[in-house]
């Protein structure tokens, strides 16, 4: 198994991408922390289907963009395990009125509310992390395809997302060569963004996939367990695309 030994904490691993990481993790052999901070219900679920195929899990709740939070959720990984091998930063702000804010609508509240959680709050946990890892430990992130080519939707998240791509970047130097750090951007995955479009522009971002198809959680978990693994050791700063081909150089 790829990650056989490894503890990796999983931010935001109650839903969608982070539940569909959390479960590959496991698979893979590594003892998850699945994070939530409303979703205890759902990241019990995970836990509980992670257990029940053998594998180690622990659910732990904290909200990322509070940083007494974080740091309550760090000491208990240290507590109970002394030491963390790999970090999916997955934990983001999902909010169907920001994404579909135009211009006019777009509020201060609304850049505080997704950059205290998908830029500040990721931050927040890599500070923490890193004195946990060893060599050869990992830091995942997540952006999304606009920070690439622009969309005419959902500005502040790609603010958000190019942050933390250039985020990436910079701590992969810092960091380096103890430390890897890569970021997956993401193109249009089958997640609750899903319905927050129309049935329209729904088939229009499908009819721009060169695969025909939005992308599965799973589909992104593979990516993310190849970038935790030693398969992924000569890889970092980079932004691996995971998109089905949506936007292509």
């Known amino acids: 198994m790829r990650l056989d030994g490894k503890v990796a904490l999983v931010t935001g691993g109650s839903r969608g991408i982070g539940a569909a990481v959390s479960r590959a993790f496991a698979t893979e052999g590594a003892a998850v922390l699945v994070n939530f901070r409303t979703s205890e219900t759902e990241a019990n679920e995970v836990v509980a289907s992670i257990r029940k195929s053998g594998g180690e899990a622990l659910p732990v709740k904290a909200d990322v963009s509070n940083p007494e939070e974080v740091g309550r959720m760090f000491d208990l990984i240290e507590e109970r395990f002394g030491k963390l091998d790999v970090l999916m930063n997955s934990a983001g702000v999902a909010d169907a009125s920001i994404w579909n804010a135009t211009l006019d609508e777009i509020t201060q509240t ?119 693994s030693d398969d992924s050791s000569y890889i970092t700063g980079q932004g691996i695309v995971v998109d089905g081909g949506e936007v292509m150089d």
């Not at 992969?172 to 993401?186: F, Q, Y």
Request: with cysteine; net charge positive.
């Open 110 to 228: 609304m850049w505080q509310k997704v950059l205290s959680t998908d830029v500040v709050g990721g931050f927040s946990c890599d500070q923490r992390a890193v004195p946990l890892m060893a060599k050869g430990g990992t830091i995942i992130n997540i952006s999304s395809t606009p920070v690439l080519v622009g969309d005419t939707q959902g500005l502040v998240y790609a603010c958000a997302k190019a942050a933390v791509f250039t985020k990436t970047k910079m701590l992969a130097r810092m960091l380096a060569p103890r430390i890897r750090v890569n970021c997956m951007i993401l193109g249009s995955i089958e997640t609750g963004w899903v319905d927050w479009l129309g049935k329209e522009v729904a088939e229009s971002y499908r009819s721009s996939i060169p695969e025909g198809r939005f992308g599965r959680p799973d589909e992104v978990a593979n990516v993310a367990v190849f970038l935790a």
